[in-house]
């Protein structure tokens, strides 16, 4: 291997879709993936973006076939299970997808990556903790401006290189008025990002 020939800078984007949904029933937007994608997605750096998300019951499955569908079309990579008509799923299913982004979140920084969360979950502070021992850039998507109960707690958000608080930030949201083909389409540019410590 050539040792000039330099590295290329690598993102992972890992999107809780339980706490995405908890943010736009808040919020009243919708969150821009392909915007965010597109902004890390700057200087050339590869993002790889993945959505944790299971369906609760064939209603929902049916529900978020379409959105499904779309996260695939954009290369957006869904983890979550179908098993809702299993006895054990029912008492499995919450907080199942927080350790399968914790996974691949520490399988990103094996190899390298940068990480983004779309999260704010509390359970996320031991590997945000083991990430920041591991000398791993982190930024943490979420919004301060919604109840206690989404908005990530505060040992969570100090732990972050950066946070970004969308209640602050219009760039990663849809436009609110205009026509939706899809679910996600590109945003418009907005202020920087808030800076954490």
Same mark, same amino acid.
């Given at each position: /291997?050539?040792?000039? %020939?330099? %590295? @290329?800078?690598? &993102? %992972? @984007?890992? =999107?809780?879709?339980?706490?995405?949904?908890?943010?736009?029933?808040?919020?009243?937007?919708?969150?821009?993936?392909?915007? $965010? =994608?597109?902004?890390?997605?700057?200087?050339?750096? &590869?993002?790889? !973006?993945?959505?944790?998300?299971?369906?609760?019951?064939?209603?929902?499955?049916?529900? /978020?076939?379409?959105?499904?569908?779309?996260?695939?079309?954009?290369?957006?990579?869904?983890?979550?299970?179908?098993?809702?008509?299993?006895?054990?799923?029912?008492?499995?299913?919450?907080?199942?997808?927080?350790?399968?982004?914790?996974?691949?979140?520490?399988?990103? !920084?094996?190899?390298?990556?940068? *990480?983004?969360? @779309? #999260?704010?979950? !509390?359970?996320?502070?031991? $590997?945000?903790?083991? *990430?920041?021992? $591991?000398?791993?850039?982190?930024? $943490?998507?979420?919004?301060?401006?919604?109840?206690?109960? =989404?908005?990530?707690? +505060?040992? @969570?958000?100090?732990? #972050?290189? &950066?946070? =970004?608080? *969308?209640?602050?930030?219009?760039?990663?949201?849809?436009?609110?008025?205009? +026509?939706?083909?899809?679910?996600? !389409?590109?945003?418009?540019?907005?202020?920087?990002?808030?800076?954490?410590?």
């Amino acid at each position: /291997m050539n040792k000039d %020939t330099p %590295t @290329l800078a690598r &993102t %992972t @984007l890992l =999107i809780d879709g339980s706490h995405v949904d908890r943010l736009k029933t808040k919020l009243g937007r919708v969150i821009d993936f392909q915007g $965010l =994608i597109a902004h890390f997605s700057e200087g050339g750096t &590869t993002v790889s !973006a993945h959505y944790y998300r299971d369906s609760r019951d064939s209603a929902e499955q049916a529900r /978020m076939a379409r959105f499904f569908d779309w996260l695939a079309r954009h290369d957006i990579e869904r983890h979550g299970v179908d098993d809702f008509n299993e006895p054990w799923y029912v008492r499995e299913r919450y907080g199942s997808n927080l350790v399968a982004l914790a996974s691949d979140a520490l399988e990103a !920084a094996e190899k390298g990556d940068s *990480l983004v969360f @779309l #999260a704010g979950d !509390a359970k996320l502070v031991p $590997l945000l903790e083991r *990430l920041e021992d $591991l000398d791993v850039p982190v930024t $943490l998507i979420s919004s301060l401006s919604v109840p206690n109960s =989404i908005a990530p707690p +505060p040992p @969570l958000v100090a732990l #972050a290189e &950066t946070f =970004i608080d *969308l209640a602050r930030d219009d760039r990663f949201f849809l436009p609110e008025h205009g +026509p939706e083909e899809t679910p996600h !389409a590109p945003t418009r540019p907005g202020p920087a990002d808030r800076r954490i410590g």
